[in-house]
């Protein structure tokens, strides 16, 4: 019956809108598992912080369940691509994860650091954006995100495009 409610689930989304719009509700476990499920599993006994990061795990597994759906030929991640279209002109379509994905107008995707989505939960669409390689990256996260709006930076990894 779960395995039912997620395909319906991933469904919906995949029909909605293919970047999680900012109006579109953040996958949680809380809708993937009944409460049992949460209790039998050990998900209701993490932390807030582990539950936060098993939450963005899924929404971002759930993107790229929706982007091979939808036909890419590929459920990996893209991150560790390049991205052509660095520089500016650009500007914010939609966000979701709470400033934790954020979809350009090119239809790129980009995973947000967990410390600057404190900033990027706070950006709005069409606020202007500039890419640029990081001249400090962590890890996947290569490109810095710069709000030339406001000047507030975020640390960003390529998700691939729409």
Same mark, same amino acid.
């Given at each position: 019956?779960?395995?039912?409610?997620?395909?319906?689930?991933?469904?919906?989304?995949?029909?909605?809108?293919?970047?999680?719009?900012?109006?579109?509700?953040?996958?949680?476990?809380?809708?993937?598992?009944?409460?049992?499920?949460?209790?039998?599993?050990?998900? +209701?006994?993490?932390?807030?912080?582990?539950?936060?990061?098993?939450?963005?795990?899924?929404?971002?597994?759930?993107?790229?369940?929706?982007?091979?759906?939808?036909?890419?030929?590929?459920?990996?991640?893209?991150?560790?691509?390049?991205?052509?279209?660095?520089?500016?002109?650009?500007?914010?379509?939609?966000?979701? +994860?709470?400033?934790?994905?954020?979809?350009?107008? *090119?239809?790129?995707?980009?995973?947000?650091?967990?410390?600057?989505?404190?900033?990027?939960?706070?950006?709005?669409?069409?606020?202007?954006?500039?890419?640029?390689?990081?001249?400090?990256?962590?890890? +996947?996260?290569?490109?810095?995100?710069?709000?030339? +709006? *406001?000047?507030?930076?975020?640390?960003?990894?390529?998700?691939?495009?729409?």
């Amino acid at each position: 019956m779960k395995s039912r409610t997620l395909c319906s689930g991933l469904l919906g989304i995949a029909l909605a809108s293919s970047a999680f719009a900012q109006s579109a509700p953040v996958m949680t476990m809380d809708t993937v598992m009944t409460g049992a499920e949460l209790r039998t599993t050990g998900v +209701d006994s993490l932390t807030p912080v582990q539950r936060a990061a098993l939450d963005r795990w899924l929404t971002e597994y759930t993107v790229k369940v929706v982007r091979f759906a939808e036909g890419s030929g590929t459920a990996t991640s893209s991150s560790s691509g390049s991205y052509a279209g660095s520089g500016g002109g650009h500007w914010i379509k939609s966000k979701a +994860d709470n400033g934790g994905i954020i979809v350009l107008e *090119d239809g790129s995707m980009w995973g947000i650091n967990s410390i600057d989505r404190i900033d990027t939960s706070l950006w709005l669409p069409i606020s202007n954006v500039t890419i640029l390689k990081a001249s400090s990256p962590v890890g +996947d996260y290569k490109y810095m995100l710069i709000n030339t +709006d *406001d000047g507030v930076k975020a640390l960003a990894k390529y998700l691939g495009k729409q």
